[in-house]
Every structure is written in C-alpha cells, then in structure tokens.
C-alpha cells in the first residue's frame, strides 16, 4: 500500500467521518485532455513523456493562478503562461496565437470530462456509509462551477458542500479556505479528512488547518523535504477505497 506516518498507523478509521475531495486530478483525470492536445500540437516536437510535461504544467497553472490573483498577469492570460512556460523548458517557443489555440482545444475536451468508475464506486459507498462529504476546488466560478456541472457531481455532493475558491474569497494552501468549510459544513477537525493530489495546495493547507490528510499521489511524485507529511498516502483508486471505506 502507500506510505504511512505514525500518527496514521495510531489513528481509528472509526472517526474518519467527514471527508473533503480536491477536484483536479484528484476526482477525474485532468491529464486526459491536456494529453490529447499535446499529441495535437507537439508530440512531433519533443520526444519527452507527456506526463511529465503535464506535471510540470500544473506547478506553472498554480503560479499562474496566483500570480493573476495579485495583477502580475491577467486571468486571460493564465493559461498561455502555463503552457508557453512547460514548453520552454523543453526547448520549445510557443507563441500566444499557439498556447491561444491549444487552450481552446484544452477547453473543448474539458467539456467531455467524466468521473471515473473506481471513484464513482468510492463516493457511493461513502455516502452509502453516512460520512459527510464536500468538495474545495480552486479556480474561478466560471471555469470550475462547468467541470463540476459536467462531471456530474451533484449525484454525490449538495450545492452547499462544494466550495470554490473564488467564491469563498479565500484559495488552497491558506487555512482560511479550510476554515470556512470547517464552519459552514460544521465539521470536528478531529474527523475530518481532506483527499487531494497536490502536495503543496492541498496536503500542507490541510495539515496546517488541523484537518487529517490523504495525499493521493498517482502520479508518483517525490515527497518534498520538510516537516509536514500527510497521514496517508496512496497512489491507487483501490488503495483510497481500502482506507476510507472499510
């Protein structure tokens, strides 16, 4: 199974009654669709493996989230920072007309998104089991509010257990993102378990917010150096099954 910290291996499974989902990577595959543009438009170009590319775009969407949250860019041009920044490391100047071109064939797959079966059975045995669940995403209302409308999620989650960043004023790692899901949703910090893919966003904002953590790390990414480890980690659909639901 994935890796364990002490205070995991002490912990009663009883108490995992209220469980908090990441969206991105996290509740579908957010590679599935930057994997068919790149095939699109670069695969001739570069020999590099496509995931890792996608890796390194996620840590350039995040700084480009941020940085458009404090002016330094506009929110139009986050995604061609992204991809024109991945791209350059690979030795590959991408234009805007390009990283313009592929967000739009980024954004047209993005409409065909879809929860995979291995998480479907997860969330409907969690539910099936009674724990309260929730969802904390960042990103804008606009662009998230569609991914959660078409993945479907409200089979699973009411409207007022899905919190959005731009909505709550507040984004991942700042515990005040997890604060107003703890006081709206009313949750123990105690019994309360966040599940997220990105170590930086989501395993060190709810670690710092008191919350235990799952870090689902499928796509086998090196556990950074310093003093906060999640409680878990797991890197399978069966793995995250196996530990929250039995």
Same mark, same amino acid.
């Given at each position: 199974?994935?890796?364990?910290?002490?205070?995991? +291996?002490?912990?009663?499974?009883?108490?995992?009654?209220?469980?908090?989902?990441?969206?991105?990577?996290?509740?579908?595959?957010?590679?599935?669709?930057?994997?068919?543009?790149?095939?699109?438009?670069?695969?001739?170009?570069?020999?590099?493996?496509?995931?890792?590319?996608?890796?390194?775009?996620?840590?350039?969407?995040?700084?480009?989230?941020?940085?458009?949250?404090?002016?330094?860019?506009?929110?139009?041009?986050?995604?061609?920072?992204?991809?024109?920044?991945?791209?350059?490391?690979?030795?590959?100047?991408?234009?805007?007309?390009?990283?313009?071109?592929?967000?739009?064939?980024?954004?047209?797959?993005?409409?065909?998104?879809?929860?995979?079966?291995?998480?479907?059975?997860?969330?409907?045995?969690?539910?099936?089991?009674?724990?309260?669940?929730?969802?904390?995403?960042?990103?804008?209302?606009?662009?998230?509010?569609?991914?959660?409308?078409?993945?479907?999620?409200?089979?699973?989650?009411?409207? /007022?257990? +899905?919190?959005?960043?731009?909505?709550?004023?507040?984004?991942?790692?700042?515990?005040?993102?997890?604060?107003?899901?703890?006081?709206?949703?009313?949750?123990?910090?105690?019994?309360?378990?966040?599940?997220?893919?990105?170590?930086?966003?989501?395993?060190?904002?709810?670690?710092?917010?008191?919350?235990?953590?799952?870090?689902?790390?499928?796509?086998?990414?090196?556990?950074?150096?310093?003093?906060?480890?999640?409680?878990?980690?797991?890197?399978?659909?069966?793995?995250?099954? /196996?530990?929250?639901?039995?």
């Amino acid at each position: 199974m994935g890796c364990f910290s002490y205070e995991y +291996m002490i912990f009663d499974f009883h108490k995992m009654k209220n469980i908090i989902f990441d969206v991105d990577d996290t509740l579908y595959d957010l590679m599935e669709a930057f994997d068919k543009v790149h095939k699109e438009f670069f695969e001739d170009k570069t020999k590099e493996d496509c995931e890792e590319l996608f890796k390194r775009s996620r840590i350039y969407s995040d700084e480009a989230f941020y940085m458009a949250r404090e002016g330094k860019i506009s929110h139009d041009d986050e995604f061609a920072y992204r991809i024109q920044k991945t791209y350059k490391d690979s030795g590959i100047e991408v234009s805007k007309e390009e990283a313009k071109q592929f967000e739009e064939r980024y954004r047209y797959h993005q409409k065909h998104i879809h929860v995979p079966d291995g998480i479907k059975a997860l969330l409907s045995e969690c539910k099936k089991q009674g724990k309260t669940m929730g969802l904390l995403t960042n990103g804008t209302v606009r662009h998230q509010g569609k991914k959660l409308k078409t993945l479907g999620l409200s089979q699973w989650f009411d409207k /007022d257990e +899905m919190f959005i960043s731009d909505a709550i004023g507040y984004t991942k790692p700042n515990i005040k993102a997890f604060q107003i899901v703890q006081d709206k949703m009313n949750l123990i910090p105690e019994e309360t378990w966040f599940v997220g893919d990105t170590f930086e966003v989501d395993v060190v904002g709810a670690k710092k917010a008191g919350w235990h953590v799952i870090w689902f790390n499928h796509r086998k990414r090196p556990m950074p150096e310093g003093d906060i480890r999640p409680d878990l980690e797991v890197r399978t659909v069966e793995e995250l099954m /196996d530990v929250i639901t039995k």
